[in-house]
């Protein structure tokens, strides 16, 4: 059974840096496409990140340059490194990824840029 566990949201001010994680079991993370997706209030849910099982990653025009996606193949995670945080980032980042025409996603890990 596929799991996805977040981790690492929180509150911090504009400027600031977050890394959240995503903790996956029945999965291998480096076999499988993963991403990160957001969803604000009153907002569709929308890809922030994703990396490819060739290590290709692709990002969102919004947080291009500030947001990095990683692989930690050891710990099994994927990892969302988030610098030059804005008000407009605050969101529920989920974690994602598809296997046999199913999606799974995480439950959700809040961040809230304030100042």
């Known amino acids: 059974q596929v799991q996805l566990v977040e981790s690492g949201g929180g509150l911090v001010q504009p400027g600031g840096s977050l890394r959240l994680s995503c903790l996956a079991s029945?999965?291998?993370?480096?076999?499988?496409?993963m991403g990160w997706y957001r969803q604000a209030p009153g907002k569709q849910r929308e890809l922030v990140a994703r990396?490819?099982?060739?290590?290709?990653?692709i990002y969102s025009d919004s947080v291009k340059g500030r947001f990095t996606i990683s692989r930690d193949n050891a710990k099994n995670t994927v990892d969302l490194q988030m610098n030059n945080l804005k008000l407009e980032d605050t969101a529920v980042y989920h974690c994602?990824?598809?296997?046999?025409?199913?999606?799974?996603w995480g439950q959700g890990t809040q961040v809230t840029v304030s100042s």
């Open positions: 994602h990824t598809f296997r046999s025409w199913t999606d799974y």
């Open positions: 029945g999965i291998i993370v480096s076999n499988n496409v």
């Open positions: 990396i490819y099982t060739s290590g290709t990653t």
